[in-house]
């Protein structure tokens, strides 16, 4: 079992070359992929490296794998309220395992489809590592983009969706339990909320795509405005799953603040936007909760805090940080 | 020593991030970069992945990592014709080592102001080995790009610069030997031909970088137009340092058609374009040899070959094969 970079590539990748944008002029194979962005429009770039045992599990699925990085990267781009125009993939290999090729390319040929992200290039290397570096580019009209700051105070703080689900999920496959599907897919598939992104431009005053936990991305949105707010854990429980499938009340409140596995949105707007924003919601079937408002005072304050639950366990919560 | 990834952003790459371009709408920092491309212009993009034992030597500095990769990634934006527009990198290191750190963000600041290129984002991640993957992003004006098709017979075949002396002076550095620095420059900072590439545009009718070796890429040019070449051996020697630092007339062909440490471009064009290409060579005080031509019968003949080298001994050096 020896397959050269070359005979990868053409067997699992040059077949998802093939399926291309309408903005593609010209997909994988030459030096570089060409582009013709929408007319009017600026783009959108990010790079995400993901690497196994650090931001996937070891042994996870090729199609596990292509779902969670692919979706992370993605969500880059919604939170700019970014349309996605292509995609390149770096992928380095400690095997050339055709079992997991196979998973994985047939999965990315979904996802790339279903998210209109067409693969215009990238590179197979092999390592003594498994690791994945997405880059993803979009577009959007030109000053509509939304940024991380901008927010002001007195505006609405929202989350969309689900947050907490895959976070408990991911919990329940690493203790040996099964998760119920409903909660398990949030884990197994999530979905970069594209569309939702690209409505709340002209409507959201800044956004961030919930990598690191609600708690801690709000924190990023909050620095940038130099702004404080004051949340209500009341607004966070809403989730009926997520409260089901939790330990305690407590515990599901921790998983919807600190589980940053889900790649929702955390997004602040003005109340007069909030008749659209609820419009929005039901047109998307997705949940778009306002758990609290934006304060000029500086600081973070949870009202209604289950018991079990303190604000500085909460607090301390920060994103993962590789090298400390 | 111990630095977080927030850290080692904060101290050796947010500085790189102030110096931006004309098209950076928005530089690292937010969820993605924006960028406006030139009007009337489409976008060129490629991903390139560098594994320290692999595509560089164990234990080399930041500053030779640094200036040899990204050179790598952007002569592909050289190769299309292109003019640079940003570029992103996804950093995979083993531990935070502040020397290197150092010597590798000093390097960058200066290639990326060198060619235009203002990084725009990317990420910083621990791996159990050191890796780096550059996305670059160029611009073309609408359906000036050149690909690696499109070349017809009786065609000249071109090479700029001279190739094989950066494979000749790793050659001495891996032997314990040190190269003159004439010749060691080229292994230690190789320049893409990004000027080269964009004078190109309109005279050239293919074109490739030189990065498995002028043989092996020129096998690709006319694997791409279906053509054969006859080349000849006298025009590849024009190299007097090369020549005078090599073993031999052979050695110093063999490191000519097949070292791909340069980042030269091997590219063809009609006859009627020579006049025009040797007023290039001079404007640019770069070496654009014709080196054989193109022709409608397949295979490559190289004629007046030293008698110590036989074709098959050259032909069966082809790209370095990762999985084989």
């Known amino acids: 079992m020896s397959l050269s970079e070359f ?47 650090v931001h996937f599990p070891v042994g996870a699925s090729g199609a596990l794998v292509a779902r969670r990085t692919l979706a992370g990267a993605v969500s880059d781009l919604a939170a700019m309220g970014s349309e996605p125009l292509a995609v390149t993939g770096a992928l380095t290999l400690v095997a050339a395992v055709p079992d997991w090729l196979a998973s994985f390319s047939g999965a990315l040929s979904e996802l790339i489809q279903d998210w209109q992200l067409p693969l215009v290039g990238g590179n197979i290397s092999r390592g003594r590592e498994l690791s994945l570096t997405w880059t993803v580019i979009g577009s959007v009209p030109t000053e509509t983009y939304v940024t991380r700051s ?43 909320r594209l569309m939702l992104g690209q409505h709340l431009r002209g409507l959201a005053s800044a956004m961030i795509d919930v990598s690191d936990g609600v708690l801690a991305d ?10 404080g707010a004051r949340m209500n854990a009341r ?51 997705l949940p778009l909760n306002r758990i609290g408002q934006t304060k000029a005072e500086l600081g973070l304050v949870i009202e209604n805090l289950p018991e079990a639950l303190t604000e500085s366990m909460l607090i301390k919560t920060t994103g993962y940080r590789h090298f400390t």
Chains 1, 2 share one sequence.
Request: charged share 15%; proline share 7%.
């Open 150 to 192: 901008g927010a002001s105070a007195d505006e609405d703080i929202y989350v969309s969706g689900w947050p907490g689900r895959a976070g408990l999920a991911l919990l329940k496959l690493q203790s040996g339990q099964q998760p119920v599907a409903q909660l398990a897919k949030h884990y197994l598939a999530p979905v970069p």
């Open 235 to 285: 607004y966070m429980a809403f989730d009926e799953l997520l409260q089901a499938n939790a330990d305690s009340p407590a515990a599901a409140l921790t998983h919807f603040l600190t589980a940053g596995d889900d790649y929702e949105l955390c997004f602040i707007a003005p109340a007069s936007a909030r008749a659209e924003i609820d419009r929005l919601a039901l047109k998307l079937a």
């Open 218 to 227: 709000l924190n990023h949105l909050l620095d940038r405005s130099a702004l």
């Open 7 to 53: 005979e990868i590539i053409d067997q699992y990748f040059t077949p998802l070359g093939h399926w291309q944008g309408p903005h593609t002029v010209m997909g994988p194979g030459d030096d570089c992929a060409v582009l013709s962005p929408p007319l009017g429009h600026q783009l959108c770039v990010s790079s995400d490296t993901f690497i196994e045992g």
